[in-house]
């Protein structure tokens, strides 16, 4: 496995972090998992949505196990800068396989990048608002008067409207700042704002490491508010080439998420030592149990992770739109391609 830590990557500099690996040097360089090259494994490149973090440990730990190997892919995992990013990348054939955010997959897709998804894993929404637990804020409805940091444009916050609406309350009840990710992270620490909206599974654990202190999720689903999240994309070019691959990747996927599941502790120490910009491994462990919670919905309880139900994807198309996040939103087909899915 080979890890590189730019998000697009000219030829050039891919050509030079390759050599390094080659050559077992360079930052974020990984060992191939027992067995070597894998006999005929193809190589295969996956870019995710972020830095490497607990969510992302399913990869490492299928890797470390000879998952991929076994279904004939030699991975290798590149970092990201977020999910707008990585669904272009994918789109423009910069890397085979993509991890993004569905609100970004379909938001790009209508603005007319070739992609597909293949089947999201992280079927329950991450979105919530992260407070401190001693700040006095339990419930939605302790928000009024509250001043909350956001990105402007990402998920989570241009469907926060409709969070507050279930919540009884009106977008002018809650103040909004707008921050990068870091600046949210730093304005909550430093007490500059009450809250933020993120994702829970990835800023809460950093937030408590830092502090020391306990955090309260106020999720979007539990609101009743729930869209997709994370999954697997690919571009159409590449899967009217590569369908057999791309199928052998999703089962791959699933059941590297499986294994994981099974195996927290293991799977979160996988990471250990990959990549410079991953969280410390208490936080890796702490995001990745987080995740666990967030991979089906009651339609898909006894299904393979990443195998998707119909009408949680018309519901995620439905909340989308309605939140103005989409330019054209059309039909499920549109957007996913089903036949990839783990059986």
Not at 196 to 221: C, V, W
Request: proline share 5%; aromatic share 8%.
């Amino acid at each position: 496995m080979k890890i590189v830590r730019r998000s697009i990557l000219t030829a050039g500099i891919a050509a030079a972090a390759l050599a390094l690996s080659a050559c077992g040097g360079g930052a974020g360089a990984a060992n191939n998992a027992p067995g070597g090259a894998g006999g005929d494994a193809k190589p295969v490149t996956l870019m995710l949505n972020w830095y490497p973090y607990g969510e992302h440990a399913p990869f490492y730990y299928g890797v470390e196990q000879g998952i991929f190997k076994k279904h004939g892919i030699d991975l290798t995992i590149k970092a990201g800068q977020g999910s707008t990013k990585t669904v272009q990348a994918t789109g423009q054939g910069q890397v085979d396989f993509g991890w993004a955010d569905t609100p970004a997959v379909l938001a790009n897709i209508d603005k007319g990048v070739k992609v597909k998804s293949l089947g999201v894993y992280l079927q329950t929404t991450p979105s919530a608002v992260q407070v401190f637990s001693d700040s006095g804020i339990k419930t939605a409805a302790d928000l009024k008067g509250k001043t909350i940091a956001v990105s402007a444009g990402d998920a989570p916050t241009v469907t926060f409207p409709a969070f507050l609406k279930a919540a009884g309350l009106a977008p002018e009840d809650v103040k909004q700042q707008n921050l990068d990710a870091a600046g949210k992270i730093a304005a909550v620490m430093s007490h500059k704002v009450d809250g933020l909206i993120g994702f829970a599974h990835d800023q809460g654990p950093t937030i408590a490491n830092k502090s020391g202190k306990e955090m309260t999720y106020l999720r979007y689903a539990d609101a009743g508010v729930n869209f997709y999240s994370n999954g697997l994309i690919s571009s159409e070019s590449y899967l009217s080439k590569n369908k057999d691959l791309a199928t052998q990747m999703m089962a791959a996927v699933s059941e590297s998420f499986e294994a994981a599941v099974k195996n927290p502790e293991a799977a979160a120490k996988a990471m250990d030592g990959k990549d410079p910009q991953i969280p410390p491994a208490s936080v890796v462990l702490a995001q990745w149990t987080e995740t666990i919670k967030l991979l089906h919905t009651t339609a898909t309880v006894d299904k393979k992770p990443g195998v998707n139900d119909p009408a949680d994807w018309d519901a995620t198309i439905k909340t989308l739109n309605g939140a103005g996040l989409l330019g054209s939103a059309g039909d499920v087909a549109k957007y996913y391609d089903s036949q990839y899915q783990p059986k």
